[in-house]
């Protein structure tokens, strides 16, 4: 049960859940880019995104992976515990795309030697810029220490998530991801892998399969999403175990 309203967003809200220390994340049908300016309903996206979130956090814990996931609790809500947040999103990119490929001059899909790691200041006023690691500590958002267990913490995330798409014949192009602090203030993901936060390619045939067909009218958005769920299915049950 929500007993308030605490951030309201286009793909998620989340809910105060019974109790000071949860938080109920809720998954919309609305589907956005550009920063809202398109917007559209993808019927089912919600239960969808709900149920590769579960299945993909619950696969992460069964890592070691320390998140502030708890469990699914409804067709498109997961419960959460309740965590600060650390002020910056990491962006991992195994293959360089979309608007970093043309900022870089090269084609998508070009394949660097080294996995990509960058910064991005959570400030949406400032429109999420990209920073370096001497600007997040000038913000007082983390220190060098911290940015060192949270690049560790993607590094691993990146390993795990890469060989688990991969046995489904996706490839992990890119995600974001986010870290809070817990009660005692460790550093934890607080984030999940989603069609909406990164970028799914069929291996064999290249096709994408994330919210990029949204945003290049690329059509078939729902089906797309469909294939990634259909996909985990095949190796998780509807408990978030491997079968």
Known sequence: MEDGLIYDGDSFKVFQASGQDCVTVEYTDVITAFNGI?????????KINASIASMVAGYLGRKGIRSHFIK????????????????????????IAG??????????????ANTIFD??????????????????????????????????????????????????????VDFKLEFGRDSDGSIILVDELTPDNARF????????????????????????????????????????QES
């Not at 398109?38 to 919600?46: D, M, N």
């Not at 498109?76 to 962006?91: A, D, P």
């Not at 990146?158 to 688990?164: A, H, K, P, T």
């Open 72 to 95: 699914k609790t409804g067709d498109n809500t997961i419960l959460c515990r309740k965590v600060s947040m650390i002020g910056l999103e990491v962006i991992v990119r195994n293959v």
């Open 38 to 46: 398109k917007r559209a309903e993808i019927s089912g996206k919600g």
């Open 201 to 240: 390619w069929d291996i064999e045939s290249k096709e994408k399969l994330d919210r990029d067909r949204f945003r290049r009218d690329m059509g078939k958005v729902g089906e797309a999403y469909r294939t990634i769920y259909r996909r985990l299915c095949s190796i998780f049950g509807e408990n978030g």
């Open 99 to 112: 608007t970093m490929a043309r900022k870089l001059g090269v084609q998508e899909g070009f394949r660097p």
């Open 119 to 172: 910064l991005c200041y959570k400030n949406e006023d400032l429109g999420d810029p990209l920073i370096n690691d001497h600007y997040a500590v000038a913000l007082g958002l983390v220190t060098y220490g911290e940015l060192g267990e949270i690049y560790g913490y993607a590094s691993e995330i990146n390993g795990f998530l890469s060989d688990l798409m991969r046995s489904i014949g996706i490839e992990l």
